[in-house]
């Protein structure tokens, strides 16, 4: 019996008018156009914000911090979540085109944090998948060594983003070299110890639980400089600045993390990975 696009067989069973694997390159072609959007609306967003900063003394360092004055609209969270949601369909897709006439309501694609977490989720989601498609699906989890970390935020936020609103946040450092200086002629410049900090080094530390920084300076040639307190001497002229927009979730104790400048190259990882399993097909 056949009902639009769709046809039921004698079991119950339906099957529908074009291969499932279309289904996950439909997917992906619409989360790869999503990610372009993504793109130019996050930029116009960071374009009209200025990032501030503000300036904290332990001892002889002086630490500039950026301070997030405006969250993201949930504008950005939406379209996120999105992308996410068909990626993570995309592969659930191809799980079920791998197990063909075996597929069952459990059918997908596990994305697991080790190997442990995996062993309990694929025998369910893998079942009617054959041998090499299976190991090749362990191949290439998160946890392996040549896995990529990024999949695991499309588990953890694909599952968030169905209850509510990815977490969002901004971030900014010095893209180039910013300039120290001290407003009066107290201080020797040659006498301090000046560190910059990075993109990478910012987003390794809100992944660790702890606050970026923009730029430290270690006062050093005093000769009691945790005694003085410089923090109305000393300024940061920054120059350009590189200004991202995060969005985060857990899966279970682990914290993912997704600037939105990269889902325009986790689109094209999943869009590589799906391509993979093609000779697999039943």
Not at 27 to 37: G, I, N, S, V
Not at 202 to 224: F, H, K, M, Y
């Amino acid at each position: 019996m056949t009902i639009g696009p769709f046809a039921f067989t004698p079991k119950g069973r339906i099957e529908y008018g074009y291969k499932v694997i279309s289904g996950a390159s439909a997917k992906l072609d619409r989360a790869a156009t999503l990610a372009r959007e993504l793109d130019k609306v996050v930029g116009a967003w960071l374009a009209k914000r200025a990032p501030a900063l503000t300036l904290e003394r332990q001892g002889a360092i002086y630490t500039w911090y950026p301070v997030e004055r405006e969250s993201p609209p949930a504008e950005l969270s939406v379209r996120a979540g999105e992308i996410i949601q068909h990626l993570r369909s995309a592969l659930d897709h191809t799980a079920w085109a791998l197990a063909g006439e075996k597929a069952t309501r459990a059918t997908q694609f596990p994305l697991a944090i080790d190997a442990s977490d995996f062993r309990k989720a694929s025998g369910q989601m893998l079942r009617g998948i054959g041998g090499t498609a299976a190991a090749l699906i362990e191949e290439v989890q998160p946890y392996q060594r040549t896995g990529d970390l990024r999949l695991l935020a499309v588990a953890a936020m694909s599952n968030l983003d169905k209850h509510r609103l990815l977490y969002a946040s901004s971030l900014a450092v010095c893209l180039d070299a910013a300039m120290v200086e001290f407003r009066s002629k107290f201080h020797d410049l040659r006498g301090i110890k000046f560190k910059q900090g990075t993109m990478e080094s910012a987003i390794d530390a809100i992944r660790a639980g702890e606050r970026p920084w923009v730029a430290q300076v270690d006062v050093v040639s005093l000769t009691n400089p945790a005694a003085l307190d410089l923090s109305a001497e000393v300024n940061l002229r920054p120059g350009l600045w590189d200004q991202r927009v995060m969005f985060r979730a857990k899966l279970g104790r682990t914290e993912t993390f997704m600037p939105a400048n990269e889902f325009n190259d986790l689109v094209k990882r999943v869009t590589a990975l799906v391509s993979m399993f093609d000779v697999h097909l039943p």
